[in-house]
Every structure is written in structure tokens, then in C-alpha cells.
């Protein structure tokens, strides 16, 4: 049965309205994925055949489909983006609305957007205070058919070297992943798994608990690197850990 929903959230941060804005508008590939940046008016063309329904930079920004392609479980989709000045404009404050109609699944399609939502705003916060603005590399890839596991994410973190729940958030750890690299666990829930390190984020998602394969993304901002073998090596090892357990 159709049902619409809405997901609002509301937070300040470290930036100024103009970062926050260049962000959500031109550079998604620093905390989300790539994007074609939204035609600047309204009734522009929007990422995703999305249509610009609001523009005033750096302030208002909303988008609007009402025919998702690729996505069978929902029709209409609407991100509205509000941002203010605080501390004589050093400082931003955000509301972020995510609404629309689930046609399927709707208590599991909330659940997964509403959890999905709180790790993306978070992973923006992180990307405007280390890395903004300057441009990312990005790759995103789900593991093999073993992690949708309902353990699948703890197996993960376990291989991570993370996986005790005394680790707190905003420690710095040794990572085991395809090398061994030290991190700042800036985000850690059953979900969900965020690094940080100089060179950039990377973010592992439990979406096992949604019936999918744990997913992994990279955000690398080093000049030069090749993102490709970054991934090739994050896969592999991805593939291993399930192998193995």
C-alpha cells in the first residue's frame, strides 16, 4: 500500500552557509556520491530526473521527482535543504527533509532511509570540517552474497580490528583492512561504520539488517591516488573476510 513519509533532521556545524551549500549542491562526492549539479533555478534540472522546485542560494535548495526511475519501491521523491547563519555566519545551521511515497515495504524502506539519513548527515559534518573543498575521489561497492548475514556488519568490524564495543566513537585505531592503517572511528552503531583518516573517509554499511550485502564506500581526497586500485584492494579483502568467516 502507498504511504508517504518524512525524514527531518536538523544540526549545526563548523562551516559557513556558503561550504554547506557548495556541498549539497556541487559536491556530493565528498560525503554521498556524485551527482550532476542541480541546474541553478527553479524549474532547473535536478540530479536523478529530479526537477528544482527551490532555489535561493545559499539558503533554500529543494528537488522533487515524482517518478523514481530504477527504484520500485517509492514514486515520489522530494530532498528539501533550509540553511541559516549562525556566529555572524561562521557557523551554519541545517534542516534537511527527505519526504515522499513508499509504494512497498514501507515500515523496512523507512526504517533503512530514516537509519541511511542519520549516517550520510554525519559523514556530510565530517566531510565539511576535514576535507571541504577540497574534490573527492569516490568508489562504492557491496560485499558477496555471505554478508547478508545478519552478523554480517560485526563480522566486518571484527576483521576491522573494531570489533570490541568499548571502542568509542572518536578513537583512533589500527585498522586491518587491505593494509594496516591508523583511523578515527568517527562513527560506529549496529548499522553503520565510519573511518577517518588524512587521505579520507570510508564508510561501511550494515545493510544486512535490510536484507542487502554490506556495502562499502571511499571518499579519497589525495591528489593522484588511484581510486580504482583502492577499490580493487577494499573488494578483495571484502571478499576475503566472508570467505573466511
Known sequence: MSKEFEIAREFEVDATP??????VTTGTDGYLWPMEPPEPKVGGKGPFGSTVTAWDPPHRYT???????GISEQTVNQLDYTVEPRDEGRRAWVRYVHSGIFVDDWDNQYDGAARHTDFYLHTLREYLAH??????????FDGPEASKAADALEVVARALGI??????????VRVTGPDEFDAVLDFRDPYFIGLRTDRGLTRIFGRNHWGHPVGVSLHD????DDIKEC???????????????
Not at 570489533?163 to 583512533?172: E, I
Not at 578483495?236 to 573476510?241: A, H, K, Q
Open 221 to 224: 581526497f589525495t591528489p593522484g
Open 131 to 140: 576535507f571541504a573543498p577540497r574534490p573527492a575521489a569516490f568508489a562504492t
Open 18 to 23: 556558503q561550504q554547506v551549500w557548495d556541498a
Open 231 to 245: 577499490e580493487a584492494a577494499w573488494q578483495d579483502w571484502l571478499n576475503g573476510v566472508f570467505n573466511q568467516s
Open 63 to 69: 528537488n522533487r521527482v515524482e517518478d523514481v526511475e
Open 163 to 172: 570489533g570490541a564495543g568499548d571502542t568509542a566513537v572518536g578513537a583512533r
